[in-house]
């Protein structure tokens, strides 16, 4: 196995790492976005008002992406196991 090789691997996962986060965490950003505005616009400063709203769009999230990032991860680890000979020389 090649330095290269190890580093093709490397970038690959962590680059779908930073998309399976990115499909999770961004609608959570919004909805907290929004909840800020609201409470700057009422001067409403309740720490936990942001919060709950922020849990149930990622919950939701996952519920509605957990297929497609059961696939993407499941499609990773399947090339990584197919490709072993080839790896190993």
């Given at each position: ?15 779908l790492v ?23 616009a009422t ?16 919950l939701a ?29």
């Open positions: 196995m090649t330095p290269e090789m190890v580093l093709d691997l490397f970038a690959e996962a962590l680059f930073v998309v399976l986060v990115a499909v999770i965490v961004l609608p959570s950003l919004a909805v907290g976005l929004v909840v800020s505005m609201f409470q700057a001067q409403i400063n309740e720490q936990t008002l942001s919060f709950l709203p922020r849990l149930l769009v990622t999230t996952i519920m509605m992406a957990g297929p497609w990032i059961l696939t993407r991860l499941l499609d990773h680890f399947n090339n990584i196991f197919a490709n072993i000979p080839l790896l190993l020389g």
